[in-house]
């Protein structure tokens, strides 16, 4: 055991480990990673790359940030866990700083984004029930086809994606379905009796960074007003300036009832989310009624503040907004002049390359693997989309040698 821990592994030796003791639940791209440091990581031989994957858009402000990682330091030092059985005395300032930073009255800290999106069902489904006077476990919530909002039991009874449900039935009920980007649908759907919510994604990442039209969110919060039901934003993956602005919706000034957050709150460095909504949905939660051993301990506090920092004091979301007009240009350019490629499309530096192939094919993976010969990680979310979401750091020279490794890449493909 010890052995195993303290020698210096090759790749082929850490993938050899994986591949027998752990699960096979994801297909990495063969690589392995020691080292990380703003937008580049480090193979176990040295190799250096760029990372645009940035750890599913958890690492905005870069890898290893060294203000986040001394805020971790300092607290991992002082106190990291004491469960809420007890006040703390990082936890209140943390909620204070992170309510004023999203403009809401209250949040509930966790720490995956699929806890948070969970909670977020919880807290609507109770004030649907205690507000606005809903039938006993009669409230629907209505969800979009495509959603990704993570993996547990309940989230995957309202995904459509057979690799997430099959045979992890029986599912979990109370959501409708409809298509994303469709008001008609969502209008159709607020007609039926007892909805209580409508759960969406600003930006589907996890579908292939799929943009909804210009004033959908607009319309979207406007329908459900009217309908007294709550919009639900999940910015797990979009919110914290990935997009060119804090949160996804900003893009629209909608202001979510219900705001999900996850991922870059932290900047990657500890598991952080967290749910805002204002008191009068907030206030049905009471104690006992939901929680979490590890949510909102000072260690994850004091992380999600630095990492929060970080974003303003760096202007990262400016950042995303510049880089990212800048990439989709190149990226334009290349659509234009390879048929290999079909499209680009996102916002900030959350963007998706269209390969003129089908979903089912491996063209995507292929070139995935070409990328990282040539110095650079990107992952696909589909057989035909590859997904490109640097840290939101990356320079403009940085972002312009990219550019240059994916033009070889695909030119030589
Ligand atoms: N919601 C969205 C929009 C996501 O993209 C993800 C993860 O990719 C999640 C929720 C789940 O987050 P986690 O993997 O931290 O549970």
Not at 149 to 163: K, L, Q, V
Not at 183 to 209: M, W
Not at 210 to 221: I, K, M, N
Request: with cysteine; charged share 25%.
């Amino acid at each position: 055991m010890e052995a195993v821990m303290k020698q210096k592994l090759s790749s082929q030796e850490a993938m050899t480990l994986e591949n027998n003791h752990g699960a096979h639940n994801y297909h990495p791209l063969p690589v392995v990673l020691s080292k990380g440091k703003g937008v580049h990581v480090w193979d176990a031989e040295g190799k250096r790359y760029y990372d645009f994957l940035s750890a599913y858009s958890a690492v905005n402000q870069g890898h290893c940030h060294p203000k986040i990682v001394d805020a971790l330091k300092e607290q991992a030092e002082t106190l990291t866990l004491t469960s809420r059985a007890f006040y703390n005395d990082v936890l209140g300032a943390y909620e204070k700083y992170v309510t004023d930073f999203f403009g809401f009255d209250k949040v509930l800290p966790m720490n995956t984004g699929a806890e948070a999106v969970e909670t977020a069902i919880k807290l609507c489904r109770k004030w649907a029930y205690e507000k606005k006077e809903i039938p006993e476990n009669q409230a629907k919530i209505i969800v979009c086809e495509n959603n990704f909002h993570g993996r547990t039991t309940t989230i995957i009874s309202f995904s459509n994606d057979p690799d997430a449900r099959e045979n992890f039935g029986p599912y979990t009920e109370g959501f409708i379905r409809i298509p994303y980007n469709d008001l008609d649908a969502l209008s159709e759907a607020l007609k039926e009796n007892n909805v209580a919510g409508f759960l969406v994604e600003p930006i589907q990442g996890e579908a292939g960074v799929f943009v909804p039209d210009d004033s959908y969110l607009t319309e979207a919060a406007k329908m459900c007003k009217e309908n007294n039901v709550l919009f639900i934003a999940d910015e797990v993956q979009t919110g914290v300036a990935r997009t060119g602005k804090l949160l996804a919706c900003d893009h629209e000034n909608v202001k979510p009832d219900v705001l999900i957050l996850g991922k870059a709150i932290s900047g990657g460095v500890y598991p952080v989310s967290a749910v805002f909504a204002n008191n009068e949905i907030m206030n049905v939660i009471q104690p006992g009624q939901h929680g979490s051993t590890f949510g909102g301990n000072p260690l994850a506090c004091k992380v999600a503040i630095a990492a929060l920092d970080v974003i303003i004091d760096e202007k990262l979301a400016e950042n995303a907004e510049q880089m990212g007009q800048l990439f989709r240009q190149r990226m334009q350019k290349m659509v234009d002049s390879f048929e290999l490629l079909s499209k680009v499309r996102g916002k900030g530096l959350l963007n998706a390359v269209v390969i003129n192939d089908s979903p089912d094919s491996t063209t995507a993976w292929d070139i995935c693997v070409a990328l990282k010969e040539n110095g650079l990680l990107a992952k696909p979310t589909h057989g035909n989309i590859i997904r490109f979401a640097p840290p939101l750091v990356i320079s403009e020279e940085q972002l312009h040698e990219c550019c240059d490794i994916i033009e070889k890449t695909i030119s030589e493909f």
